[in-house]
């Protein structure tokens, strides 16, 4: 059974240069690292589902 669908995430292009850079941050904690690539994949428009999957 499919879940609810997620509501529409819009990222500026500083947002996403800003969650980008946390990725590639060595000093960056691991939940930073986290929530940046949640974001992310929310923001390109994948379901719950999928982004808990990965």
Do not use: F, Y
């Not at 292009?13 to 929530?35: C, F, I, M, N, P």
């Amino acid at each position: 059974m499919p879940g609810p669908k997620p509501l529409p995430l819009e990222l500026s292009d500083h947002e996403r240069r800003v969650l980008r850079g946390w990725l590639r941050k060595q000093t960056a904690s691991q939940a930073l690292v986290l929530r940046s690539r949640i974001v992310l994949a929310c923001a390109e428009g994948r379901s719950n589902a999928q982004v808990a999957d990965d």
